[in-house]
């Protein structure tokens, strides 16, 4: 008997959403940064197992309104799926809850998936019996289908969540073919690693706006050529991104090229550039371009 299904995890920001589907999977299919906004769109991924396939559905978190366009497509993202799936996971971190996770709460509500409750980063709850008050005092009229204590980032009750959505996922053939499957184009996914790279080094100095577009791939038999632009809304942070003499651009691109050469099993050589496109976050045939739909 095997069983196959979709799977989303919803949750604000920050909660570990992305963190848990890398570590879930063995392999990185979604970018993962302390700041808001990371997951810019709805990532898809396939695990197969013995008896059970998973394909996951990793939604942007949602955070607090405001009136930019990409904030507005971002927040729309999590209930564009959450009513075609079969599990739903819903992630919050430690013993935290506030009314952005009262929202997203609510949205998991809507849904008549089953739900598992994903109380992530225990590591930094000092006294754990106060987990099974979080619970009662949030969660308390609310059946969950199953609460799974656990922290992402050390891989600890992962296969936890994996024996949960092993009894709550449908009797079902596999989907897909065993073995490795993307639904995401490579292109996108370098342009994913490049941003992460940005975020991660320049997340304290820079404005959270910054894009990144593949303008050239070629492959040949000994490398993989790329050139990738960074996009950004002032010659401020223009300069930012470029660091003095290159610096900082230079960083960004050595780190990106490490996991790049991983992803793509080749020799990669990288050029980058970074360019001021003004007010790119309120413009939809600009956040298209970049891969950003509405």
Known sequence: MTKCGYVTIIGKT????????NNFLEEKVSITSSKSQTTRSNIF??????DLQTIFIDTPGIHKKNDKALNKILRKKPGEVIHDV?????????TKFDDIDRECFELMKTSDAKKILAINKIDLVKHKPDLYEFVTKHFGDFSFDAVVPMCAEKSEGIEIVEQELNNLMPENDFFYPDGEFNFQSVTFEIS???REK?????????????????????????????????????????????????SKIKAIGVSARKDLEKKL???VVLNLWCKVKKNWVNNPITLESLGIKN
């Open 14 to 21: 920050n909660v570990g959403k992305s963190t848990f589907l």
């Open 45 to 50: 991924a396939v695990r197969t197992s013995k």
């Open 86 to 94: 079969d599990v739903i996971i819903f992630m919050v971190a430690g």
């Open 192 to 194: 994913e690693i490049i």
């Open 198 to 246: 940005v975020i991660r080094l320049l997340g304290d100095e820079l404005p959270y706006e910054t894009a990144v577009a593949i303008d050239t791939f070629d492959r040949n038999a000994n490398e993989v050529s790329i050139g990738a632009t960074i996009f950004v809304l002032k010659e401020s942070q223009k300069k930012i991104v470029i660091g003095k003499d290159g």
């Open 265 to 267: 099993d080749s020799k």
